[in-house]
């Protein structure tokens, strides 16, 4: 296998990449996609302020000529995301406790119900914990309690059966207090029933990056029952440094069964969110760099 999407698939898992409807007339980027990626994140597109600025008025249309062209090459598509406090539109923040439960379920249920059946997963909570392991202060913990995560699975998997509906968060890339948090909340829905079935790792690394308990910490969430993805791959560096921790990331999801795919959160280094860090697999001109050989080699291509 040539690709990193070819290579990926030949032991089950998908190789993505997020994408921005923003850069889809520029030749390179397409090509680049389609021809390494076997699977989507929109990067900006499905976030609460871009699909409903203002309440019950909702805009698809930037996501949908992702999705319609991921679909088109039978890719996997990541929705990202359903209830995160960042890009959230200006509305929700000033509604009472009751609104704001009523604006989230019908958010979830409007959303997700756009694209019932089209998608692989859905990140249906981002970054909803500290560093520290406990809950983030956000609007939704702060209006409606612990419960709004587990409110917000219920209603996902209510409007689309068929998505894995995942947890998704940063700096959980080994164990430490935040992925302890996680891990806990994960165990506890598993033991009640509440509907969760992957947990993301964004993974947004450097090259001193330490990882020596990515591939055990990945495997303790998979032993509760559920799957895991590396869901927004990108490591700050050049060179070899940077070639190794991709490798590192890519070896510890080959290692773990129910790793089922890595999504680097960009094509090319010169649309980068972080892109003075220059941490994707392609450079600007959308040259293959040391790190993308790197992940090729591991994933059993060449
Ligand atoms: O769309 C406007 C455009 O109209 C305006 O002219 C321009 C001027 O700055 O801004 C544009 O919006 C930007 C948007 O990206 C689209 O390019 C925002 O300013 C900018 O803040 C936004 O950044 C995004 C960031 O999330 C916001 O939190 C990044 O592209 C996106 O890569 C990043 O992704 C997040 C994940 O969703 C969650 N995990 C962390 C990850 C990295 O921060």
Same mark, same amino acid.
């Not at 959980?172 to 430490?176: H, L, Q, T």
């Given at each position: 296998a040539s690709t990193l999407g070819a290579a990926a698939a030949q032991s089950g898992r998908y190789f993505g990449a997020a994408i921005s409807t923003s850069h889809l007339g520029e030749a390179a980027y397409v090509n680049t996609w389609t021809a390494e990626f076997t699977g989507v994140t929109p990067e900006n597109e499905m976030k609460w302020a871009t699909v409903e600025p203002n309440r019950n008025q909702f805009n698809f249309g930037p996501a949908d000529q992702i999705v319609s062209q991921a679909r088109s090459r039978g890719m996997k598509i990541r929705g990202h995301t359903l209830v995160w406090h960042g890009q959230l539109a200006g509305w929700v923040s000033g509604l009472d406790a009751s609104n704001l439960r009523s604006a989230m379920q019908n958010h979830i249920s409007q959303v997700a119900g756009h694209w019932k059946g089209q998608l692989? #997963?859905? +990140?249906?909570? =981002? /970054? #909803?914990? /500290?560093e520290n392991g406990t809950r983030r202060q956000s609007v939704f913990q702060q209006k409606l309690g612990d419960g709004y995560i587990e409110d917000a699975f219920r209603a996902a998997r209510t409007a689309d059966p068929n998505a894995k509906l995942c947890y998704n968060d940063y700096n959980? +890339?080994?164990? =430490?207090a935040k992925s302890t948090g996680i891990y806990t909340m994960v165990r506890d829905f598993k033991s009640r029933g509440v509907p969760i079935d992957c947990v993301g790792f964004q993974s947004h690394l450097g090259s001193n990056s330490t990882l020596s308990s990515y591939q055990a910490n990945l495997q303790r969430f998979a032993d509760l029952g559920v799957d895991v993805q590396i869901t927004e791959l990108d490591v700050g560096g050049s060179g070899s440094g940077q070639a190794n921790v991709y490798r590192q990331v890519t070896q510890a999801c080959m290692a773990v069964s129910r790793c089922t795919g890595i999504t680097v959160w960009g094509v090319t280094d010169k649309y980068s969110w972080r892109s003075s860090d220059t941490p994707l697999l392609f450079d600007g001109n959308y040259g293959k760099k040391q790190a993308y050989t790197a992940v090729l080699d591991v994933l059993g291509g060449g």
């Open positions: 692989y #997963a859905w +990140d249906v909570v =981002n /970054e #909803a914990f /500290e959980i +890339d080994g164990v =430490n």
